[in-house]
């Protein structure tokens, strides 16, 4: 039977400030990616956020970024291969804490450090090597095709590739940048058009129709907008119907 994971970022909010519809998103996804303090998230956040997800059953997972607040972790930042190692390894080890026996099961890098290492290997690397320090058992979870998946291979971290569901590519198999039109989808018939084409026929078309080939693990969903959890369940739904098992990678 074919197999995907779906995953979602969680745990974005911060101190008085509440951000997503976590609650409701959590029976609809099989891992979760959860916001450090760097970027979004702090201490009782993240523990909140454990909580919620293990509840659900769901996978625990690590959402290390840039330290941008301001920013939510979106603007490009100059950053060595030494400190992001570093950073990786406080963000994973600071949620790893809070962890049921204190153990995780994946990570994700967030929105411009994933999508930086995504095309520099050097830093793709010092993210691997973060996380191996911490648990050389950890899945990465980085852009299908990418220097993330390559660094992990390099490494020898389990990875899992991953693909967006509502999101156009570049030609090259990079995200859009939200900065262009029609970089995210709307369309919730489109987003789920292209999750099942993925998840069956190993490949997307970029914006211009260009056919990219990749063969997915895990399937991003954001539970951030104001339809999420509709979009979420009808993803699910749709995986169900055409037989697809969702399961955590």
Known sequence: MVQIDLNCDLGESFGRYKLGLDEQVLPYITSANI????????PEVMEHTVDLASENHVALGAHPGFHDLEGF???????????????????????????????LHHVKPHGALYNMAAKD???????????YAVDHDLILIGLANSELIHAAKEIGLPYAQEVFADRNYEVDGSLMSRSKPNSVITDEDVAVARVIQMVEDHSLKAYDGTVIEMIPDTVCVHGDG????A????IHQALNNEGI?????
């Open 35 to 42: 916001a450090c303090g760097f970027h979004a998230g702090d």
């Open 73 to 103: 972790g979106r603007r490009q930042m100059q950053i060595n291969p030494q400190t992001a190692e570093a950073d990786v390894r406080y963000q994973v080890g600071a949620l790893q804490a809070f962890s049921p026996n204190h153990k």
């Open 121 to 131: 290997y050097d830093l793709a690397s010092a993210i691997c090597k973060g996380i």
């Open 226 to 229: 104001i339809k999420a959890v």
């Open 231 to 234: 979009f979420v369940k009808k």
């Open 245 to 249: 098992e969702v399961k955590t990678v």
